[in-house]
């Protein structure tokens, strides 16, 4: 099946600093979706993000989907940014379930 | 406001007993999934259904069992047959199954072996 890998696994952050979390993907994709996992578990859907770019307040994200990778942007990091950040994608062509990445746990501090 | 329950939020279970987690959800949503994440783990699939009355098996079925009887609710049994269950289980839903937006998920159950 299709692998996604995300990086940094983990990363701490001072409050007002920005970052960008990559994930990649081994095959083509039709359906590209980042979610944020609050440290109580909740996931929340960010973007849903195939190909192109968005933009919504302080994150952003961008798919290249020719060279299997996206990223997400995220500027001015609040504390309330803490928590685990997933890629998940669909492959084409399979039946439309989400792979999910293994995440990247971000921690900001004052 | 509309959204997924769960409940309970912290469950024991002992050695060779059945439990139920149950998935409750207000969106009208016709697709309903149910996922286990351990810890420093990303989410894999266990069971999914697209309509009331359907489900198929996602990537971990074996030791889990589901039904659909109702387009609100998606109970997931682990059975006894389940060798390691002590996990962080999450209920998600979307409009359609591979909806490209609009998958909400739960809050989550943490199942403890004892």
């Known amino acids: 099946g299709i692998q996604v890998e995300q990086s940094p696994p983990d990363l701490i952050l001072q409050e007002g600093a920005n970052s960008t979390l990559r994930c990649n993907f081994s095959?083509?994709?039709?359906?590209l979706q980042w979610f944020h996992q609050n440290p109580w578990g909740q996931l929340i859907n960010l973007f849903y993000?195939?190909?192109g770019t968005k933009q919504n307040g302080r994150l952003s994200a961008t798919t290249v989907a020719t060279e299997r990778y996206s990223l997400l942007y995220i500027s001015s990091s609040q504390t309330t940014d803490s928590g685990v950040y997933f890629c998940a994608v669909v492959n084409t062509g399979t039946a439309s379930k989400l792979t999910f990445g293994t995440g990247t746990r971000l921690q900001v501090t004052l | 406001d509309g959204g997924i329950t769960q409940s309970p939020k912290y469950l024991f279970r002992k050695e060779g007993q059945n439990v139920t987690l149950s998935c409750e959800q207000n969106l009208n949503h016709d697709a309903m999934y149910w996922y286990r994440q351990d810890p420093g783990q990303g989410l894999r699939l266990i069971y999914y259904s697209q309509i009331v009355n359907d489900f198929q098996k996602g990537d971990i079925a074996e030791g889990y069992s589901v039904s659909r009887e109702k387009k609100e609710s998606f109970p997931l049994t682990v059975t006894s047959a389940q060798k390691n269950p002590t996990a962080f289980y999450l209920c998600?839903?979307?409009?359609?199954?591979?909806?490209?937006?609009?998958?909400?998920f739960g809050s989550g159950t943490r199942l403890t072996v004892v």
């Open positions: 095959d083509s994709v039709n359906n």
């Open positions: 998600a839903s979307s409009i359609s199954f591979g909806a490209a937006y609009g998958y909400t």
């Open positions: 993000i195939p190909s």
